[in-house]
């Protein structure tokens, strides 16, 4: 078996002291995350975590930083790269369905997050907010996309 690492994005959106946070069903197990996925073939760092933002929770999203880069590897042994980013969320379409698996986007405070550790799709939750409220910010210029030579 080859070994290949998960390349993730994820967003931390903050609106008077909470966080944009959807529940989701994992496994038949309803957990909380950031608005995160999976790079998608030829597109950006940027344009995934804009598209997994909106797809999971109806938000427009404007990267504004990159909160930091997050390795980490489950119980079941796979293993993932998070890219997490901070931003604004700039408009809601309410009539917008959710991607398959998402319950519900819910605004929380990090004290409810905490009280909630159980449900918590993987201790990268919390470290991402916690991160951004320890004003860890990185341009988004670190990030660079090269395109394939032809």
Same mark, same amino acid.
């Given at each position: 078996?080859?070994?290949?690492?998960?390349?993730?994005?994820?967003?931390?959106?903050?609106?008077?002291?909470?966080?944009?946070?959807?529940?989701?069903?994992?496994?038949d197990?309803?957990?909380?995350?950031?608005?995160?996925?999976?790079?998608?073939?030829?597109?950006?760092?940027?344009?995934?975590?804009v598209?997994?933002?909106?797809?999971?929770?109806?938000?427009?999203?404007?990267?504004?930083?990159?909160?930091?880069?997050?390795?980490?590897?489950?119980?079941?042994?796979?293993?993932?790269?998070?890219?997490?980013?901070?931003?604004?969320?700039?408009?809601?379409?309410?009539? +917008?369905?959710? &991607? %398959?698996?998402?319950?519900?986007?819910?605004?929380?405070?990090?004290?409810?997050? $905490?009280? /909630?550790? =159980?449900?918590?799709?993987?201790?990268?939750?919390? +470290?991402?907010? &916690? %991160?951004?409220?320890?004003?860890?910010?990185?341009?988004?210029?670190?990030?660079? $996309?090269? /395109?394939t =030579?032809?």
């Amino acid at each position: 078996m080859v070994w290949k690492p998960h390349v993730t994005v994820s967003a931390v959106i903050e609106r008077d002291g909470r966080f944009l946070m959807v529940e989701e069903l994992v496994e038949d197990r309803a957990v909380f995350n950031q608005p995160a996925g999976h790079l998608d073939e030829d597109e950006s760092l940027v344009e995934a975590v804009v598209r997994e933002v909106l797809e999971e929770t109806a938000w427009e999203f404007a990267p504004e930083h990159v909160t930091g880069l997050y390795l980490w590897k489950s119980a079941s042994g796979r293993t993932f790269l998070r890219v997490n980013f901070f931003g604004h969320g700039l408009r809601h379409h309410a009539e +917008r369905e959710l &991607d %398959d698996g998402i319950l519900r986007a819910v605004w929380m405070t990090r004290d409810e997050l $905490h009280a /909630e550790a =159980d449900r918590l799709r993987s201790p990268m939750v919390l +470290r991402c907010i &916690d %991160d951004h409220l320890d004003g860890r910010r990185y341009p988004l210029d670190v990030l660079t $996309h090269l /395109e394939t =030579d032809h």
